[in-house]
């Protein structure tokens, strides 16, 4: 099993630090997400780990070993950072038998990288006439070409129909199951929900937090519970006794702050209070995001005001 590991990784563009001594390991077995705002570094972070940008410090190997050190590095890493990369002229398929040839990799592979990518009914058009959509299924074929241990992927979702969503969710579940490495980065936070099990989220090219998603949201969102009653009396004296309160939903219902669902219908059911409705607010992966981003900016306007 192959691990993607980053080592005091820092690169410089002249006096612009775009990643700044950045260490994490990405396991494998899992979807790990790449989060971070715009600038935060996960490109160049992308890059570094290809070969495509040389760091002024630290290094970014794969089970150890350098992208540029993989004599068929299609076997090794696959990897999608830019779906307009294949020739506009040449066909899907050809464009990937190309790859295929200089990897040394079996023709067979092409046709089941068009089928799992749902690219073979359309493999012989010429890619200039492909949506950005199929560019993307394309680069991500090109990417599987070499049933390689690690894959990473730069914004896959983007283009892709909402079948092309629920797909690529789907694959990279896959992935994960079968033991593959994967590091995906995105702006979709409702996305990476869905099929991330871990989280790199970078900020101004610094590490800000490396844990699984669930206790990445938990640790910053509290969950609480919604309820509706015909007896709002009955319900604030109940939780009132349980040290809780309810705040006012605006919509006939009830929001109890920092409460599990369970523990609220068991006292509810107690107390006699009668309940039309009962639902537990998980915190959301933007809701955690935007709080751990907003704490972040605050921290560097208090630091640059020191
Ligand atoms: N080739 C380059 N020359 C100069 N500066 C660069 C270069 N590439 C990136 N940068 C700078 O490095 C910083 C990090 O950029 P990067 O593209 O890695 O961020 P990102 O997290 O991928 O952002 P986005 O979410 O917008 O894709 C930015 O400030 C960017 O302007």
């Given at each position: 099993m192959t691990s993607i590991d980053v080592q005091d990784l820092t690169?410089?563009?002249g006096s612009r630090r775009a990643v700044d001594h950045l260490t994490f390991r990405v396991e494998p077995g899992r979807v790990t997400g790449f989060l971070g705002p715009n600038g935060a570094g996960k490109s160049t972070t992308l890059r570094l780990?290809?070969?495509l940008d040389r760091p002024t410090n630290g290094t970014a190997t794969f089970g150890g070993r350098a992208y540029a050190d993989f004599p068929e590095p299609l076997r090794a890493v696959g990897a999608l950072l830019d779906?307009?990369?294949?020739?506009?002229?040449?066909?899907?398929?050809?464009?990937l038998r190309v790859l295929a040839a200089s990897n040394r990799l079996p023709e067979r592979r092409v046709d089941e990288v068009l089928e799992e990518t749902g690219l073979a009914p359309v493999a012989r058009r010429r890619v200039?006439?492909?949506?950005?959509?199929?560019r993307q299924r394309l680069g991500i074929a090109a990417a599987l070409l070499g049933d390689p241990p690690v894959v990473l992927l730069d914004e896959p979702s983007n283009g892709l129909d909402p079948e092309g969503i629920v797909w690529i969710r789907g694959l990279l579940r896959r992935l994960a199951a079968q033991g593959r490495t994967v590091l995906v980065s995105s702006h979709l936070m409702n996305e990476t929900a869905s099929f991330a099990?871990?989280?790199?989220v970078l900020g101004r090219g610094r590490l800000l937090a490396d844990l699984p998603l669930r206790a990445f949201i938990d640790?910053?969102?509290?969950?609480?519970v919604r309820v509706r009653t015909s007896d709002p009396a009955a319900l604030?004296?109940?939780?009132?006794?349980?040290?809780l309160r309810a705040d006012d939903s605006g919509d006939g219902a009830w929001t109890v702050p920092h409460a599990r669902v369970d523990e609220i219908g068991r006292l509810a059911s107690e107390a006699g209070v009668p309940l039309l409705e009962l639902a537990a607010r998980e915190g959301t992966l933007e809701e955690a995001y935007?709080?751990?981003t907003a704490t972040e900016a605050e921290f560097t306007a208090q630091h640059q005001e020191a």
């Open positions: 690169k410089e563009y780990l290809l070969g779906a307009g990369a294949a020739h506009g002229s040449r066909t899907a398929r050809d464009h200039r006439t492909y949506s950005l959509g199929m099990d871990h989280l790199v640790t910053r969102v509290q969950p609480s604030h004296a109940a939780l009132a006794r349980h040290g935007l709080d751990l």
